[in-house]
């Protein structure tokens, strides 16, 4: 296994020789390098190749044509294939070049599925069925195809740029539920954030956000002994419960449960608000926030509770549920629904924390911008191998060299197309203008790959072989039924 301090001795003379506000970015690079246990040099080359190549990444066999990637095509699949990356040293790595949080607010974090759709690859192995939006026909519905699905997670930041933090890239394999790699993700970041001394006793708890895809009640549980907040957008017909109203002396039996219905849908099965504000946005015009205190959800034996004790009852999971109503969207079109959020942590909700928490859900759709831009330009969804574990390595090769355009937007020159407008003053360059401009900036970092050794042909196929016909595998469906949520 490579060190970064090992590494950084190969590249210790081109370091020296670039300037010295390029050293975050060499060292990450050195640091990379130091991550990849086989084929190093190859895969090494390739995320140069994709950082370097003009225009959209097609296919990873593509990318063996650009300049950077100085070996034959077959080294490309091998290196896929056969290489080997170090998934916790990489998240640390991303992780140390995450930015701080601002003081007295929370590292804010961002969660979410994206489908990596494989609906002809018959001999691909440890497919799912994932949703794929606006494919079900005419009308542009949902539809279930067979692919991969995966969790990226990213940190968001505030300010007027889509940029954000890559920090993993996590597939959902078979029989895996979705609520319990989410919860392993989150754990798993906290406890590397306090290992890479990101985080502190003391410190605001960090702040995970989540889309509507998510069981707020079952994360909220699974994360209550955890230094976390999460914040998870809710779909609108979903329905809480206050707590009941205090016994009165001499009441017998065990008691009500759960108090007044409060529903998303109805107002008129909305009670007074804790805490209610009102603040003017440029974007959204007069923006209303609301917030309802100690609600929860009736619970039910299905799905992560199915396996409940019969003789226990099921926990009482509260949290504090957000309305958002807005003016007008960016665009100027009259919003047809309101934003309603669920927040739980160990953070006592106040009015100071209601507004830091709609304005900074608002950050949390930077993903859906990295989610179309590393599918585009970056290949995310262009690699059709036949292996799962190929395609973890090629996503992590995705997040390790967008952390590389997002340590590189300072320092390239802006290599603008005539017809591109030209950037305000004071604004930092976008994903796609800082890879224009990366190649250029390449040169004065240099490379910890070693050359590639000259080889000759091999001795092909034995005369006589024949080809042996790989195993057709079928997608891998669910057989019990999915958590649903089926709560009132």
């Known amino acids: 296994m490579f060190t970064i301090a090992a590494v950084r001795e190969v590249v210790e003379d081109l370091g020296a020789a670039g300037p010295s506000h390029l050293r975050p970015l060499i060292d990450f690079r050195a640091g990379l390098y130091g991550l990849l246990w086989r084929r190093a040099d190859a895969l090494f080359e390739l995320t140069d190749a994709m950082l370097c190549a003009q225009g959209p990444v097609r296919s990873p066999v593509e990318l063996s044509m650009e ?57 691909a192995d440890e497919r799912v069925m994932v949703q794929i939006r606006g494919k079900g026909g005419g009308k542009g519905g949902d539809k279930f195809l067979p692919g991969w ?5 990213v940190g968001v930041q505030w300010g007027a740029s889509s940029w954000v933090d890559p920090i993993q890239a996590r597939r959902i394999r078979p029989g895996e539920e979705h609520t319990d790699v989410t919860v392993e993700q989150i754990t798993g970041l906290l406890a590397a954030l306090r290992t890479g001394g990101k985080l502190a006793d003391g410190d605001v708890a960090p702040l995970v956000m989540l889309d509507a895809g998510n069981y707020a009640t079952d994360l909220s549980h699974a994360l209550a002994q955890q230094h976390v907040q999460v914040l998870v957008r809710l779909r609108a017909t979903r329905v809480f419960y206050a707590d ?38 440029p974007r959204y015009g007069t923006v209303t926030v609301r917030a309802w205190k100690g609600l929860h959800q009736k619970l039910t034996r299905i799905g992560r509770w199915a396996g409940h004790p019969a003789d226990k009852r ?19 079109r009259k919003p047809t629904k309101d934003l309603w959020l669920w927040h739980a942590g160990p953070a006592e909700v106040d009015a100071n924390l209601v507004d ?24 995310m969804a262009r690699a059709h191998l036949d292996s799962a574990q190929a395609t973890d390595r090629w996503m992590h090769l995705i997040m390790a060299a967008y952390a590389q355009l997002r340590l590189a937007s300072p320092h390239v020159d802006d290599l603008r197309r005539p017809w591109h407008p030209r950037p305000a003053p004071g604004t930092p360059l976008t994903p796609y203008r800082v890879r224009l401009g990366f190649r250029r900036l390449r040169a004065k970092l240099g490379t910890p790959a070693g050359s590639p050794k000259p080889t000759r042909p091999g001795p092909g196929r034995p005369r006589g072989s024949k ?11 669910k057989t019990a039924p999915a958590n649903n949520e089926h709560r009132e």
């Open 244 to 281: 009941p109203d205090p016994r009165r002396p001499g009441e017998m039996g065990a008691g009500e449960r759960h108090g007044r219905e409060f529903s998303c849908s109805d107002p008129a099965k909305r009670h007074r608000p804790d805490i209610e504000m009102a603040a003017d946005s």
């Open 314 to 332: 099921l926990p009482i999971v509260r949290g504090t549920v957000l309305q958002i109503v807005v003016d007008r969207l960016p665009d100027g």
């Open 356 to 379: 830091l928490l709609w304005k900074a859900y608002l950050r949390r759709f930077d993903q859906e911008h990295f989610h179309r831009f590393a599918k585009v330009y970056l290949g």
């Open 467 to 477: 080809n042996q016909p790989k195993p057709r595998r079928p997608p891998h469906r």
């Open 67 to 123: 300049p950077e990637f100085r070996r034959g095509h077959g080294s490309l699949y091998a290196a896929l294939d056969q290489g080997r990356i170090e998934e916790a040293g990489l998240r640390r790595l991303l992780l140390g070049v995450s930015a701080a949080a601002r003081p007295g607010e929370p590292l804010m974090f961002a969660l979410d599925v994206t489908p990596h759709a494989r609906p002809d690859a018959e001999y």
């Open 149 to 153: 699905p995966y969790s990226p997670l």
